[in-house]
């Protein structure tokens, strides 16, 4: 089993609390150092109290899939012999409704562009995502 932690830390200095009137920014601090400025979407809380260039939730939990999906196909390719050269992804979230009416992240569409290189071993139909009908 492994662990992993993330800080969560938000303050909120001299602004008023009442009213839903105080700022969503807040920092991400991981254990390797990097800190990230996060924020509620402003789709969520709108401006002032949101901070439209930081990190919101929902942004962080599409890309946490997309970077998953992404490290499982290139340790598959690279255990096929196949040679990638380069990997993204623009993936989409989309808030929604669950089954409680309860607001969420309803679905994920991840939309990878791989680019093989020359020499790794991947034919045609396999870049396609097709696979050639077992012989009989």
Do not use: K
Not at 27 to 55: H, K, L, M, N, Q
Request: one cysteine or more.
């Amino acid at each position: 089993m492994s662990e992993h932690s993330a800080t969560i830390s938000w303050r909120r200095g001299g602004e008023p609390f009442a009213g839903q009137r105080y700022s969503r920014g807040h920092e991400w601090r991981f254990d390797g150092g990097t800190t990230v400025p996060a924020s509620a979407s402003p789709t969520v809380v709108s401006a002032p109290w949101s901070v439209a260039a930081a990190v919101d939730p929902e942004e962080a939990f599409v890309a946490s899939i997309a970077s998953c999906h992404m490290l499982w196909f290139l340790s598959l390719a690279a255990d096929r012999g196949w040679v990638v050269d380069s990997y993204e992804d623009e993936a989409v979230g989309v808030m929604g409704r669950n089954a409680e009416r309860r607001l969420a992240v309803a679905r994920v569409t991840l939309r990878p562009r791989v680019v093989v290189g020359s020499g790794g071993g991947v034919g045609a139909a396999q870049q396609q995502g097709s696979h050639p009908a077992p012989a009989p």
